[in-house]
């Protein structure tokens, strides 16, 4: 298998007899970062139409233009050969997609198949969810992802720009399937409720991007939608938020009303003429540097659970042959041993990084990388966090608008002084807004699907919360244990090992709490249940 992925790397990458070598253009923004091998004008018209997204929907009051934002780049292959060995595999079958995101503690790596349509709309779809306004972190999955769905049609002709196309697929799903109730939708989250099974997972996102194409359309349009947003996110049940927003709307009844809208063949385009125009400078396209895209390459794919993580050493090993000492493929390194719990072999790699390295993403990853090694650490582990503190002021000194870098750094200068805070009416306050922040922080983990980074985040808000925030986060908790079992219990099943899917499933079925999870745990077990009992008394009167 390393060999097969070698030969893919030097097609891609490095000089052929059979063809010569595409040439991988590098675009920047104050944004992202864009890799592609398109033509070089071709590379900056795709960078600028990302950009002009992100006017729109500053325009549209849902995010912002300024501002710290999230390290993010986009990895455009240039065709399904060359994206076909990162598909993700589960259960011994390549994923039918045309391209991921993996949310990492350094930010988000997004790859995707560029002549395939699906791919440019994961693009549009995955970077949605990067420059929206941070309240989406903090609300019900069906808004967040129905809004990125919205933006992931996004296109630009000259200086007009359109978004929110109908979507056939969409469109089939939502007339062919029952729609969930509006109860059950804003109760999916990932791993629960309709996000649980893959089959009405398609319903959700349909029903998701309906919902938000529709209260688009609504007087008021994205203002109200957003007032309704943050009223969700200031802890009003979405019922409550709803009915106040749109009381012309009656919430039991939008299952129906949707089925209806998409079903009219008039949905609307949303379109908008951009008088501002984009500034020259705004997009900065050269040729990527000698190895920086397969370490790119390697870093996009070390959050994804489902690739061999030895081909994905592969990417940083080849980088470091075109470039020896590349501090983006060293800080690459760092990670994989930071994954394997290598802690020390991790933490070598980050520092011989922070030390050396000048360059502001791979300083980043470095400091981010300490800070996580050091707390894991007892013996010794405060020297690492203090090193990747110090190593995150460089680079804010560097990018002073690099949101992880400024998230991490605060929250472990927090962390370094919580218990002479918690000895003070003022310090229980602050400790309360950082269990708030971990707790938010494992709603996001857990709406990208990293569910080991949302476990970290649930475990710490309940560690450091009170009261109603504990018992969310430990009932978050609870839920992704449950989802975990339950995923374990149905693969098993899946492969005819009955008494091993018997045993994940009854621990599923302690563990659930969410009303959908509940009932569909259960039913599962006792069906299997039921189904061995025969079996088992066949076998003893033998």
Known sequence: MRVALSCVVMMLLAPAVARPEPTWYRARTKHFTLYSADARNTVRDQARELERMVQVIALTGLGSESGDHPRTVIIAFPNHRSFEPHIPVVGDRPLNIAGYV????FGHWIGYEGDDPRGRSVEFHEYTHTIVAEVFSRVPSCLNEGLAEFFSTFEMEEDVVRYGF??????????EMEPLSMDELFASQPGTGAMSDPERMHLFYAESWALVHMLATQNGGTARFLEFVQSIANATSARAAFQAAYPDLAWDGM???LRSYV???HMGVFERKLTEPLAEDAVEVDAAPPGEVPAQVGLWRSYEKGLDRSETAHWFDDALA???DLPLARAGQGVLALLDDRDADAAGRFAAVATSASDAEALSISGIGLIIVG???EKGGEAWVKQGEQTLRRVLAIDAHDAMAREWLAESDAASHASAARDSAAGAVRAHNFAVDDYNRGVEAANHEDYEAAVKFFQQARDGGEGDLRDA??????????????????????RKDYTTALTWLRQADSLAVEPQRKAATHEAYTSLKAYLAPKKKAGAAH
């Open 166 to 175: 109908p979507m056939p697929g969409h469109n089939r799903t939502l007339l």
């Open 473 to 494: 986060a430990e009932q978050r908790l609870r839920e992704l244990a449950g989802a975990a079992e339950y995923k374990k219990g149905m693969d098993a099943a899946g």
């Open 102 to 105: 993996t949310a990492q503690p």
């Open 322 to 324: 075109r470039s020896p």
């Open 255 to 257: 299952p129906s009303r």
């Open 375 to 377: 707390r894991k650490t």
């Open 263 to 265: 079903d009219t063949g």
